[in-house]
């Protein structure tokens, strides 16, 4: 069964809203989590690290202000995506490593389509 | 940061046809696991292999670390393998050296 769950699965909101992505690692702590996003074709790639008690690590390129992370606890994790414009619409999917963060093997959530109108 | 290429870019297979999956990566690595991205998007974990050889039913892996690569079988395939192909590893060291870096995938569609 799925050891990383991601809520929701599909959300449609209207341009200026902000949107709250959730990603849960079910039977296992995870201290670090990351953030993809995946374009139509196209490869993932890596938005940020959550990492619990500490500022979320953004990749180059990637607005922090507008994509804010939150690692609530060792199993929580979640991205807003803040006033959502329709260049935001895309597929986010959400990872932890069960075990070391270097070494161990990553699960994915389901992931989260996401179109703004 | 690290490079990680995989070949062929699409592939078609007649149904009970095998086939071999490449991923080339530039640098030592932590970790290497190969996904099947389902239709709906979600990746499905196929293999955990920084080394050596798994087998897991019609699907078996290698990775030749020394050398930098890793080959993913597919052996009679069917139409429900089809999707996106991705490996992905985690650089040994140096910047980004806990990420998990993904290749672009190989499109395979199996047909009856």
């Known amino acids: 069964g799925a050891v990383v769950s991601q809520h929701p699965s599909w959300v449609i909101c209207k341009s200026g809203t902000s949107v709250k992505i959730e990603c849960r690692s079910l039977d296992f702590q995870a201290t670090t989590m990351f953030w993809y996003r995946q374009f139509p074709k196209q490869s993932l790639m890596l938005m940020a690290t959550s990492n619990e008690g500490s500022k979320a690590t953004y990749e180059q390129g990637v607005e922090k202000d507008k994509f804010l992370i939150n690692h609530a606890s060792l199993t929580l994790s979640t991205l807003t995506v803040t006033s959502a414009h329709p260049e935001d619409s895309s597929f986010y999917i959400c990872?932890?490593?069960?075990?070391?963060?270097?070494?161990?093997?990553?699960?994915f959530g389901e992931g989260s389509r996401l179109t703004v109108l | 940061g690290i490079q990680v290429e995989q070949s062929p870019p699409d592939l078609i297979l007649q149904e009970g046809a095998n086939s071999t999956l490449r991923c080339n990566f530039s640098d030592s690595v932590n970790n290497l696991q190969w996904f099947h991205q389902n239709p709906w998007g979600q990746l499905i974990n196929l293999f955990y292999i920084p080394s050596g050889t798994k087998q897991n039913g019609r699907l078996s892996a290698t990775t030749v670390a020394t050398e930098r690569y890793s080959l993913l079988y597919i052996s009679s395939s069917q139409t429900t393998d089809s999707g996106v192909y991705f490996c992905a590893v985690v650089r040994n060291s140096g910047a980004g050296s806990y990420q998990l870096t993904f290749g672009k995938g190989t499109k395979l569609s199996v047909i009856p």
């Open positions: 990872s932890a490593p069960r075990g070391r963060v270097r070494s161990g093997e990553l699960f």
